[in-house]
């Protein structure tokens, strides 16, 4: 999970700082490290570990002059944890300076990083993203950016959303099956990448359209025009977008993501009914399907719990401990709304369990009569190869325990999820374009050592 943004602007010394302004939306996509490659009179690169804030500062945007900008937000899936690994990478080789942001992961990124290696390239990092650095340079070579883009598309496996800078091109591309978003928007002045809208809108710009599956959006010499690379007769758009990744202003393939989650909390509120005195987001991911299951259900929307802003999401952060800690340090218990009142909880997922247990035993402690719990969207039962930190079964407590089991995990006295059926009528994409791997284990591609259900085989 990461952002990207890319972006052309006529004024040099306003380029960097539409950059920064989007990345800075973006944050929710990754917290790790940050930075922005420009093209101007030379090529620059600048990026650091931490908040998109504290990477940068004024002088340093000052320094970063140039009409053409990528950028890029980390979270990592691929790679560890460092400086190295942040992005865009940069690569100079004979087909000029490349520069690469990558949202997505490669399924075969080991194979193709042997195979590169054994030809001779030699790897600073350890991310996957690499991989394509040093295979678009040598397509570049011999090909226009539409071909080589073709050719590097018959390469990877996975999910691969783009921004690259091309000596003074910007160019957007998104994999034929789209699982990662993209988007474009006009500007006053130039144009915009971003991987959600509300970076656009961050920055006074307006949305043109979602980047399609396959398609790649080419900005040159302050025109803009979107080429068709490949076709694909599926798709699919990672469904977690919608149910949790996403800020709810985004607007992703044609879908408000506020509109979905308030529907995702419609459907909840009809399949699973609960007798309670108030309903109660888990702050912030669950607040828009709480809202839509207060107005479905006329029970009346109170905040049980409040939440410390300053401290970063407890999904996104790496590592199991600075994760336990962070729900400490971010979480606080409404005891007045809460006292001998029966609270319904509403959360976009459980991936571990072990948030969703501490959240329930605060909100006991504080008082509560009873605490329920009502999740928007269906269990998750298999790892995410795309993209998503949700790399092992045995971190996904959906994996191996039954409803009624995970109930008793986190100490709640009723439990039930929105059913798959009720989260595609939500989101109102056509299932077979959507990726929902994580929920039904029917992974679009094939993984190695993941039975491909499509195809009825262990790849
Ligand atoms: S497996 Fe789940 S999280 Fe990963 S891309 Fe598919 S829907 Fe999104």
Same mark, same amino acid.
């Given at each position: @999970?990461?952002?990207?943004?890319?972006? %052309?602007?006529?004024?040099?010394?306003?380029?960097?700082?539409?950059a920064?302004?989007?990345?800075f939306?973006?944050?929710?996509?990754?917290?790790?490290?940050?930075?922005?490659? /420009?093209?101007?009179?030379d090529?620059?690169?600048?990026?650091?570990m931490?908040?998109?804030?504290?990477?940068?500062?004024?002088?340093?945007?000052?320094?970063?002059?140039?009409?053409?900008?990528?950028?890029?937000?980390? %979270?990592?899936?691929?790679?560890?944890?460092?400086?190295?690994?942040?992005?865009?990478?940069?690569?100079?080789?004979?087909?000029?300076?490349?520069?690469?942001?990558?949202?997505?992961?490669?399924?075969?990124?080991?194979?193709?990083?042997?195979?590169?290696e054994?030809?001779?390239?030699?790897?600073?990092?350890?991310?996957?993203? $690499?991989?394509?650095?040093?295979?678009?340079?040598?397509?570049?070579?011999?090909?226009?950016?539409?071909?080589?883009?073709?050719?590097l598309?018959?390469?990877?496996?996975?999910?691969?959303?783009?921004?690259?800078l091309?000596?003074?091109?910007?160019v957007?591309?998104?994999?034929? @099956?789209?699982?990662?978003?993209?988007?474009?928007?006009?500007l $006053?002045?130039?144009y915009?990448?971003?991987?959600?809208?509300?970076?656009?809108?961050?920055?006074?710009?307006?949305?043109?359209?979602?980047?399609?599956?396959?398609?790649?959006?080419?900005i040159?010499?302050?025109?803009?025009?979107?080429?068709r690379?490949?076709?694909?007769?599926?798709?699919?758009?990672?469904?977690?977008?919608?149910?949790?990744?996403?800020?709810?202003?985004?607007?992703?393939?044609?879908?408000?993501?506020?509109?979905?989650?308030?529907? /995702?909390?419609?459907?909840?509120?009809?399949?699973?009914?609960?007798?309670?005195?108030?309903?109660?987001?888990?702050?912030?991911?669950?607040?828009?399907?709480?809202?839509?299951?207060?107005? $479905?259900?006329g029970?009346?929307?109170i905040?049980?719990?409040?939440?410390?802003?300053?401290v970063?999401?407890?999904?996104?952060?790496?590592?199991?401990?600075?994760?336990?800690?962070?729900?400490?340090?971010? @979480?606080?218990?409404?005891?007045?709304?809460?006292?001998?009142?029966?609270?319904?909880?509403?959360?976009?997922?459980?991936?571990?369990?072990?948030?969703?247990?501490?959240?329930?035993?605060?909100?006991?402690?504080?008082?509560?009569? $009873?605490?329920?719990?009502?999740?928007?969207?269906?269990?998750?039962?298999?790892?995410?190869?795309?993209? /998503?930190? @949700?790399?092992?079964?045995?971190?996904?407590?959906?994996?191996?325990?039954?409803?009624?089991?995970i109930?008793?995990?986190?100490?709640?006295?009723?439990?039930? %999820?929105?059913?798959?059926?009720?989260?595609?009528?939500?989101?109102?994409?056509?299932?077979?374009?959507?990726?929902?791997?994580?929920?039904?284990?029917?992974?679009?591609?094939?993984?190695?050592?993941?039975?491909?259900?499509?195809?009825?085989?262990?790849?």
């Open positions: @999970m990461c952002g990207i943004v890319g972006v %052309y602007c006529d004024d040099d010394s306003f380029t960097s700082r539409i920064y302004y989007a990345l939306s973006l944050q929710h996509r990754g917290q790790e490290s940050a930075g922005i490659s /420009i093209s101007g009179e090529f620059k690169v600048y990026k650091g931490g908040l998109v804030n504290e990477v940068f500062d004024d002088k340093t945007l000052s320094r970063l002059r140039g009409n053409s900008a990528i950028g890029h937000v980390r %979270y990592s899936t691929t790679g560890e944890s460092k400086l190295e690994n942040a992005q865009p990478l940069f690569v100079k080789s004979k087909s000029g300076s490349i520069s690469v942001a990558h949202n997505g992961n490669l399924v075969n990124y080991r194979e193709l990083r042997r195979e590169l054994s030809d001779g390239r030699v790897f600073l990092t350890d991310s996957d993203t $690499e991989v394509i650095a040093h295979l678009l340079s040598s397509y570049l070579l011999k090909n226009e950016i539409e071909e080589a883009l073709a050719l598309t018959e390469k990877l496996c996975g999910s691969f959303t783009l921004a690259l091309l000596n003074h091109m910007v957007g591309y998104r994999d034929p @099956m789209g699982f990662k978003p993209l988007c474009v928007g006009k $006053e002045n130039g915009i990448l971003a991987s959600e809208s509300c970076a656009i809108d961050s920055v006074g710009g307006e949305l043109v359209r979602d980047v399609k599956p396959g398609e790649a959006v080419i040159e010499d302050g025109e803009l025009r979107f080429e690379i490949a076709e694909s007769n599926q798709k699919a758009i990672c469904v977690f977008e919608y149910i949790y990744f996403a800020r709810p202003d985004s607007i992703i393939d044609g879908r408000s993501v506020y509109s979905v989650r308030f529907d /995702i909390g419609r459907t909840l509120a009809k399949e699973n009914p609960v007798e309670v005195d108030i309903i109660s987001p888990v702050p912030d991911s669950g607040t828009t399907s709480s809202i839509g299951y207060a107005y $479905e259900s029970i009346p929307y905040e049980a719990l409040i939440k410390n802003r300053y970063g999401r407890t999904f996104i952060m790496p590592g199991q401990r600075s994760r336990e800690l962070s729900v400490q340090l971010k @979480m606080n218990a409404l005891k007045e709304n809460v006292r001998g009142r029966k609270v319904l909880l509403i959360d976009d997922s459980i991936v571990r369990g072990t948030t969703s247990r501490r959240i329930v035993d605060l909100v006991r402690k504080a008082g509560a009569k $009873e605490v329920h719990f009502r999740v928007g969207s269906p269990p998750i039962i298999s790892p995410c190869y795309f993209g /998503i930190d @949700m790399s092992t079964r045995e971190e996904l407590i959906a994996s191996s325990k039954t409803v009624e089991d109930r008793k995990a986190i100490n709640a006295d009723s439990l039930a %999820y929105l059913s798959l059926k009720g989260l595609i009528k939500s989101v109102r994409i056509d299932e077979e374009d959507l990726c929902l791997a994580c929920l039904t284990s029917d992974y679009p591609v094939e993984v190695p050592g993941e039975i491909c259900l499509r195809c009825s085989a262990r790849a």
